[in-house]
């Protein structure tokens, strides 16, 4: 587990430190905004097939005391810079876990053990207060105010780099001012294995739920059956901002549906 957690923060590191850039066949099956993406309510779905959650992180449910303890009660731990709060703070407020960066940097939650079998969506509620200055996938400027990994499978593939290690596939979803969304773009790395998918261009604190078809998305990407979902990192990078590297978002409740 310990090598896992590793290669996590690793693939974070490395896949950021290049530029982007975006298929040359956009999908059309998933190009469309998910027409839940700007519901302010989980509950509000009643065009939508109910469907099974098997797995739920809630932000809601706070009660007081150390938040970094509570934090890991939920299988989440500090890594990089969320271990430094003069670098990373994280707070409650509104029954929501806020992030806000101070200066340049990266940070990580990582769940440590998780295990999600037949997982067709997920579901985030979660929006920005301050996007990272010229923040843009499109432009080649990788950095973002928060976003979910999600990581497939046991089987590992190539980096791209000898010094790099190789992971397992994974799809990366988060919010942008400007990026194309449901555009699965590549890294520098991990061309193979990684996609990074802009699911929402949201207002300033401006509360959204970006539902995105993993399943879907997965055997579009890679023609492939999709494996069980082995990892989660939420990640905050604004290390080749401007601004100072300042920005916050903040995150409800994440979903897997069935």
Known sequence: MKSFIASIISIVIFVLSGNAFSEENKLSEIQEPSKVAKDNSLKKQDNEEVQKVKHVIDFSDYTGGSIRKWLESKGLYYMGAAKYPTEIEFFIKDSMLFTKTKQPVRGFLVCKDITLPEVSKARIEWGIVKYPKDASFENGNRNQALALYIFFGSEKLPSGHFLIPDLPHF????????????????????????????????????????????????????????????????????????????????????????
């Open 171 to 258: 799809i990366s979803l988060f919010l942008s001012e400007a990026d194309e969304i449901n555009m699965p773009y590549k890294g520098r790395f991990y061309q193979t294995g990684g996609r990074f998918v802009c699911v929402g261009n949201p207002e300033l604190e401006e509360t959204v739920i970006s539902e995105f078809d993993l399943a879907g998305a997965f055997q579009t990407y890679y023609d492939k059956e999709v494996p069980s979902i082995s990892g989660l990192c939420l990640e905050v990078d604004t290390t080749t901002t401007g601004g100072g590297g300042k920005a916050e978002a903040y995150i409800k409740r994440i979903e897997f549906l069935k």
